[in-house]
């Protein structure tokens, strides 16, 4: 069962291309002293860890091998199949023949990816769509290529057999795409060096330029690289990380003691492990002058010699056989000499002219949308400032109107009327005339009386003279408040009012004289008789 296991992860690297580097590696570290060689320990705990891809579907891609391997059909199919039918896509029909559990898992795992992808996509669209940038549809489209977007509920034949192609294009790829990567990162890192010379003046720049080239040397000063997969660097690892005579250097024995997983392949990653000792010679990442990106771009160009002058078959594995026969190879006795980075520029003067072009394009756009966004905000803000200015009118109309409205609410200020009030002596000089309890036929008042009570009579008549010219006034006063009456009628009653009391004092006062015994009249001279009548009954 675990050689079955060791097979099903070496097909589907070859496959899928890389997949024992995802599943299978588990290395050991090449400082490490062996004398021996130790059997892999069998474990059936679970699919090995898996390393990833460097593909945006990565977790996908293992998690989809994980379940398939757990069934025992699509296992032995795999096993009985060779390269060319999976690449055709033969084992992608032994789909059909899966469980029921597997198949709901996958289903599963399917309608996960769905969703990860539209997500990743509408935030993508998002993105770009709000910076005015074009969206490129055929890019985002390229996301659904490794499945069937177009059912994304059930994993079908067409999603597995999508998936094998898509994994194997991608990473057979991926190689490429990392040496791009580090070209753009060296003319990226010259062109920064060249724009930080520009602000020096002459002497800051000579000692600069002095300081660089020295860094140069001192890096390139380092002992010699043996040609990678050589005889000369392979005896070198037997003996200073193994710990062996390189006089007994063996071949078998050199595989067998470097398959870390023991699958019976040299994986990519495995291959890389052998050229540690190669990169120690040229870069220390406590040198100021060592950049441990390029050293991880030297590993890369090792391996890739390897891979090609001994991956006779390109399934991007080595075999023992594959080993054993270019260990017989001149070119395994007698390499050439190794060319190092530094004597191999990542790019040419054409390329770096391209690059510092679109640099200057790029940062072009960028001002012009710096412009844009400024004149927004001053847009912005001025419509900001307008309406703050509205605000603040709307804000004085409203108090405008609370105020108008305040004062209509109010009490109507109060009317005075001109003229002496009305004297209430009248009812103190009935008082005087006459006693309480006094009866009109036996009185008879003496002649003193008689000529105060005509005093009292001259007087009055001077006071119902001068109320005669305040009721004339009154008129006129009546006639100007009329159109007020709406408004003034708590003071047209309190008038009347007035009036009344004055009429009712006026006939007191009349009934009063009327009411003097009759000796009065007769005891009296007639034209004092008359006269005083003639007051009494004044209007």
Not at 85 to 114: C, M, P
Not at 152 to 159: I, K, L, R, S
Not at 465 to 475: K, N, R, S
Request: glycine share 2%; proline share 5%.
């Amino acid at each position: 069962m675990f050689r079955v296991k060791m097979c099903w992860s070496r097909v589907l690297l070859t496959g899928w291309v890389l997949l024992v580097q995802l599943q299978c590696l588990q290395a050991v570290p090449i400082g490490i002293d062996k004398t021996k060689i130790k059997e892999p320990e069998k474990t059936t705990d679970g699919p090995p860890v898996s390393t990833d891809t460097g593909l945006h579907y990565d977790r996908y891609l293992r998690e989809v091998i994980d379940f398939l391997e757990k069934d025992q059909h699509f296992r032995e199919k795999l096993h009985n199949t060779d390269m060319e039918d999976i690449k055709q896509g033969k084992l992608a029909k032994e789909l059909d023949f899966v469980s029921h559990h597997v198949r709901t898992k996958l289903d599963e795992l399917k309608r996960q990816e769905v969703n990860r992808l539209r997500t990743l996509i509408k935030a993508k669209q998002d993105l770009e769509g709000g910076n005015d940038i074009a969206v490129d549809h055929q890019a985002l489209l390229k996301q659904f290529e490794h499945l069937n977007h177009m059912n994304p509920h059930t994993f079908e034949v067409e999603d597995l057999d999508r998936l094998i192609k898509s994994a194997t294009k991608d990473l057979e790829n991926y190689d490429k795409e990392r040496h791009e990567d580090f070209k753009k990162y060296e003319m990226m890192k010259e062109h920064d060096r060249q724009e930080h010379l520009k602000t020096l003046d002459e002497g800051e720049r000579k000692k600069e330029e002095e300081h660089y080239e020295e860094m140069r040397k001192k890096h390139a000063d380092h002992p010699k690289v043996n040609h990678p997969g050589s005889q000369n660097q392979l005896k070198e690892v037997w003996e200073e990380a193994d710990g062996l005579d390189p006089d007994d250097f063996d071949p078998k024995t050199f595989f067998n003691l470097h398959d870390t997983n023991g699958d019976g392949f040299f994986d990519e990653q495995e291959l890389e492990a052998l050229f540690t000792k190669e990169l120690e010679k040229i870069y220390d990442p406590t040198n100021e002058e060592d950049d441990m990106v390029e050293m991880e771009e030297e590993r890369l160009r090792m391996r890739e010699h390897v891979m090609n002058e001994v991956d006779s078959n390109k399934d991007r594995l080595v075999s023992m056989d594959e080993f054993l026969v270019a260990t017989k190879k001149k070119e395994f006795l007698e390499p050439d000499s190794w060319e190092t980075l530094e004597q191999n520029q990542a790019y040419t003067d054409e390329e770096m002219k391209e690059f510092e072009e679109h640099l200057a394009q790029q940062e072009q756009d960028l001002s012009q949308r710096a412009d844009d966004l400024q004149k927004q905000r001053d847009e912005l803000q001025r419509q900001q400032e307008q309406l703050n200015a509205q605000k603040i009118e709307l804000q004085q109309a409203v108090e405008h109107m609370e105020r108008l409205k305040s004062q209509n609410a109010a009490p109507p200020p109060e009317v005075h009327i001109e003229g002496n009030p009305i004297s209430e002596m009248h009812a103190v000089d009935n008082q005087q005339h006459i006693a309480p309890g006094a009866h009109h036929d036996t009185y008879q008042p003496p002649q003193d009386d008689y000529q105060g009570l005509r005093t009292q009579e001259e007087h009055h008549a001077p006071q119902e003279e001068h109320h005669a010219p305040q009721e004339e006034h009154h008129a006129p006063q009546e006639e100007h408040h009329a159109p007020q009456e709406e408004h003034h009628a708590p003071q047209e009653e309190h008038h009347a009012q007035q009036e009344e009391h004055h009429a009712q004092q006026e006939e007191q006062h009349v009934q009063q004289h009327q009411d003097l015994p009759e000796q009065i009249h007769h005891n009296a001279q007639p034209g004092h008789h008359e006269v005083a009548h003639d007051q009494i009954i004044l209007p």
